[in-house]
């Protein structure tokens, strides 16, 4: 059974900073695209992040500048630093591992921005 486990949401003030991690077997990270994704209520999830296991990393553009994904190899961990968090931030969190069409999916991390 693939499992993805998230850590590091939380409430956060405006203008601070967070960062998500997703740990998960070598046999996925090794082999899958690794990004993360969030869901506001009454709204649809969308995509924040993507790292492919080589090549470029893909934003959605209202995080451009603010957040950056990474990858730990040695860790099997992908990380997610968020700055300058704004409310329209606060949505669920969740860790998706991709490759050919198959989809995994963390349990989801809360993020919330707020004073």
């Known amino acids: 059974q693939v499992q993805l486990v998230e850590s590091g949401g939380g409430l956060v003030q405006p203008e601070g900073s967070l960062t998500l991690s997703c740990t998960t077997s070598e046999a996925i990270f090794s082999r899958y695209t690794m990004g993360w994704y969030r869901q506001a209520p009454g709204k649809q999830r969308d995509m924040v992040a993507t790292?492919?296991?080589?090549?470029?990393?893909n934003y959605a553009d209202s995080v451009k500048g603010r957040f950056t994904i990474f990858r730990d190899n040695a860790k099997n961990t992908v990380y997610l630093q968020m700055n300058s968090l704004k409310p329209e931030d606060t949505a669920v969190y969740y860790c998706?591992?991709?490759?050919?069409?198959?989809?995994?999916w963390g349990q989801g991390t809360q993020v919330t921005v707020s004073s």
């Open positions: 790292i492919p296991i080589y090549g470029v990393t």
């Open positions: 998706n591992a991709r490759r050919s069409g198959t989809d995994y």
